[in-house]
């Protein structure tokens, strides 16, 4: 079933006839703040505010190069391959309608008539529940001066006994300078701060996470066969790869990293394993030439032969030369479709959870290709004249490297819906997640709660249109769909005697204009 934001019906007809159609700020504000407005604010990352019509009427020209070229908002994977959690996307009816309402002279109209801009926590935290462990790096001045710089600073995190890790937060000390953040665990004492800018490797051996502006933490599930997390040995530390732009030097950055664990001794935790598992060091892009560089994975390699396993995220990695990256598993007669970035950018990458997992089958082997254009056409490429790449680390260099983060096959794994899960999750629940929140949710409630024979889930609709309805049980497996017609004002979807005792999560869907719904009820 196809889902429109809110705005996203009030545009249609004047994205197919723009002639008859004048857009006022009313009219693209609700795009402004569902897409952009959880970076441009103040204390954002993205440098400057996009709450009102001065701002952005201010901000056009920009606004109207960055999103008629894809740009903005920055979501590099292909949306029509596989799908993830916390996807910052904007729809071809919204990308319209701000072209047009800029194109048309940006008009203010009544801006009273304007929904209100959303409101932020002054808190620097999206997880309001206080971390178990919060460690800092050290006070620094940036050094990025006329140029990007990498630094990376090895924090220690003290740990006496192993942990598992539940969720992990990056909270940047200044969000104005810090463009992004890879964080890695290092358990053999091998990483070092090296503040030389050029610190391009992530040094730890297990990654952790990622920071760029608008992204949410890393929050594993914790139910049921969902339940997971990353063991952290007793003595490890963090290794933190820092990202400040040109024109940065002399701000003061000292970035945090809040860590939560679940409880000592915690049992049915499932091991999430993190390894770059297709990787080329062996290969160079001669100067003036488009070159494809591909290679494969076998998990047998790695005694995982014969097992099925199931991926939770994953992490592409490039320099500048790359202009696109797809992987994949495959057995010869089944393909797994894994990632695909058509247009690779080196200024914008991370981790990438799966909106569901998904299952890599026994016998299956994964395989990237990553496709580098050294010619002048590359506008990213560092060299001009273009000048012969080797796969290295600086930054000059290239790399197919590319990592996931992965457990050993359950059956009903590929059942599990991790939106649904972290949706509800006591960790995001009433926090400022603002990604997880950036439309306002439909109310909904359901009647009895705790049921026993019958259960009602009503719900607000703006006007008469297609509802599809989703229920999960506690593991995240759907147990139930259906699709209907609402009436408009109020309307009750009965389910009757359908499904088993237990606790479960829902969401409702719309065919036009009314935002998501979900919530949680128990079944005696």
């Known amino acids: 079933m196809k889902k429109l934001?809110?705005?996203?019906?009030?545009?249609?007809?004047?994205?197919?006839?723009?002639?008859?159609?004048?857009?006022?700020?009313?009219d693209v504000a609700p795009i402004f703040h569902q897409r952009c407005s959880s970076c441009h604010r103040p204390d954002g990352g993205a440098g400057f505010s996009l709450l009102n019509y001065a701002d952005i009427s201010s901000s056009s020209a920009a606004i109207q190069n960055a999103v008629s070229n894809d740009i903005m908002p920055p979501w590099s994977p292909d949306t029509t391959y596989t799908r993830f959690f916390g996807e910052r996307i904007i729809t071809v009816q919204e990308k319209q309608a701000i072209l047009d309402w800029i194109a048309q002279g940006a008009l203010a109209g009544d801006t009273t008539l304007a929904e209100d801009p959303p409101v932020f926590s002054s808190s620097p935290y999206k997880i309001m529940t206080p971390p178990d462990l919060e460690v800092q790096m050290q006070t620094f001045a940036s050094n990025a001066t006329t140029v990007d710089v990498y630094n990376c600073f090895v924090i220690p995190m003290n740990l006496t006994q192993n942990k598992v890790l539940r969720a992990i937060e990056i909270v940047p000390g200044n969000p104005d300078i810090v463009h992004h953040a890879v964080l890695t665990m290092d358990?053999?004492?091998?990483?070092?701060?090296?503040?030389?800018?050029s610190c391009y490797t992530d040094q730890g051996q297990v990654g952790l996470g990622s920071y760029v502006p608008g992204a949410p933490p890393v929050i594993f599930p914790s139910t049921g066969q969902a339940k997971m997390g990353i063991r952290i040995p007793a003595g490890s530390n963090l290794s933190i790869q820092m990202h400040y732009p040109a024109g940065s030097g002399g701000q003061i950055d000292s970035t945090k990293i809040r860590l939560y664990f679940y409880p000592q001794g915690e049992t049915g935790i499932r091991e999430v394993y993190t390894s770059t598992i297709l990787q080329d060091w062996n290969f160079s892009i001669p100067a003036n030439t488009v070159q494809e560089v591909t290679t494969t994975y076998d998990p047998a390699s790695d005694g995982l032969g014969g097992l099925d396993l199931t991926v939770f995220s994953a992490f592409p990695h490039s320099h500048n030369v790359c202009?696109?990256?797809?992987?994949?598993?495959?057995?010869?007669?089944?393909?797994?479709?894994?990632?695909?970035?058509p247009k690779w950018d080196f200024e914008w990458q991370g981790f990438y959870t799966y909106k569901e997992l998904v299952k890599i089958p026994a016998g299956h082997q994964f395989f990237s290709s990553h496709v580098f254009d050294n010619t002048t056409n590359n506008l990213n490429?560092?060299?001009?004249?273009?000048?012969?790449?080797?796969?290295?680390?600086?930054?000059?260099?290239e790399m197919l490297f590319d990592g996931y983060q992965f457990l050993v096959y359950m059956p009903g794994d590929e059942n599990i819906n991790i939106d649904s899960l972290l949706l509800n999750d006591p960790l995001v629940t009433n926090t400022g997640i603002e990604i997880l929140s950036a439309s306002?949710?439909?109310?909904?409630?359901?009647?009895?709660?705790?049921?026993?024979?019958?259960?009602?889930?009503s719900f607000s609709s703006a006007s008469s249109q297609e509802y599809f309805l989703q229920v999960f049980d506690i593991r995240g497996k759907e147990v139930f769909r259906q699709k209907g017609v609402t009436k408009g004002s109020v309307h009750t979807h009965t389910i009757a005697d359908k499904l088993t005792t237990g606790t479960y999560l829902y969401t409702i869907s719309f065919e036009k204009n009314d935002a998501p719904a979900s919530g949680k009820f128990v079944k005696k």
């Open 5 to 26: 934001s809110l705005i996203s019906c009030l545009i249609v007809l004047g994205a197919i006839s723009p002639l008859f159609a004048q857009y006022t700020y009313k």
């Open 187 to 197: 358990t053999l004492g091998t990483a070092t701060t090296d503040v030389s800018g």
């Open 440 to 457: 306002p949710r439909t109310q909904s409630f359901v009647f009895p709660n705790p049921a026993r024979d019958e259960i009602n889930i």
């Open 323 to 341: 202009t696109s990256i797809e992987n994949y598993a495959w057995s010869g007669t089944d393909t797994v479709p894994l990632i695909k970035i």
């Open 381 to 397: 490429n560092p060299n001009n004249p273009p000048q012969t790449i080797i796969a290295g680390a600086a930054t000059g260099d």
